[in-house]
């Protein structure tokens, strides 16, 4: 069974400019997580799709957005790139039958905002 | 907001000498999961605990669940050189597993 694979792995964009990262689960898993990591703050939960529906959210500001489709795959978008969004983007998937599901991460997306 | 701090921020030993990790936190939790990132790629859940109190195996890791659920700790035994990389604890937010909380991890050194 392939793993969660997200795309592109890396990626250099300049400031004001937007962003979509993309991020295809196990096939058959339903909830897909997002969390950005940085040396500074670690990994941080974005957030949550569950059947296209949002059903966790961060505290990150609106520039940050997601979406589910309904094979599950998942986008998250960027706008208005600052310095600091410069981090390891990643992406987990899960079945989300049970409470007690294991996440699995994909590699991530590393992205450097110039 | 729910924390969870984890102890040594790093770590340098030499291959076949045990490691002990832990991570505490001010909210209690009802479980905690260890995993493990190597360079390049995303976190790896290594063990998973559900109850207080409760000691669970992987090989040469061993994890507990604290009795108070306010912490967990994290052992490993004989190191080898593929052991290195970043180890974190996380517990879920809620009761939702799409939504983990992030120890700021321990990054391990294995000379060998």
């Known amino acids: 069974k392939a793993g969660v694979t997200q795309t592109p792995r890396y990626l250099i964009k300049t400031r004001g400019q937007q962003v979509t990262l993309s991020c295809s689960p196990i096939?058959?898993?339903?909830?897909v997580s997002w969390y950005q990591q940085t040396p500074g703050q670690g990994l941080q939960f974005l957030f949550e799709?569950?059947?296209?529906?949002?059903?966790n959210k961060g505290n990150f500001p609106g520039r940050f957005s997601g979406r589910q489709f309904s094979n599950s795959r998942s986008e998250m978008n960027v706008s208005t790139l600052e310095l600091g969004d410069s981090a390891l983007y990643l992406c987990?998937?899960?079945?989300?039958?049970?409470?007690?599901?294991?996440?699995?991460f994909g590699p991530g997306t590393r992205l450097l905002v110039l | 907001g729910q924390q969870l701090n984890q102890s040594p921020q790093s770590m340098f030993i030499q291959e076949g000498e045990d490691v002990s990790m832990n991570c505490t936190s001010s909210s209690i939790f009802n479980t905690w999961l260890w995993y493990k990132q190597d360079p390049g790629e995303g976190p790896v859940l290594l063990i998973a605990l559900y109850k207080a109190g409760e000691l669970t195996s992987n090989g040469r890791l061993t994890a507990q669940f604290g009795i108070t659920r306010k912490d967990s700790f994290l052992n490993i035994s004989a190191s080898i050189p593929s052991d290195v990389g970043i180890y974190f604890c996380?517990?879920?937010?809620?009761?939702?597993?799409?939504?983990?909380?992030f120890g700021q991890g321990t990054i391990l050194t294995v000379h060998p």
């Open positions: 799709y569950f059947s296209e529906t949002q059903r």
């Open positions: 096939s058959g898993h339903r909830s």
């Open positions: 987990a998937s899960s079945l989300a039958q049970t409470e007690r599901e294991t996440q699995y």
């Open positions: 996380a517990g879920p937010r809620g009761t939702s597993y799409g939504k983990l909380t």
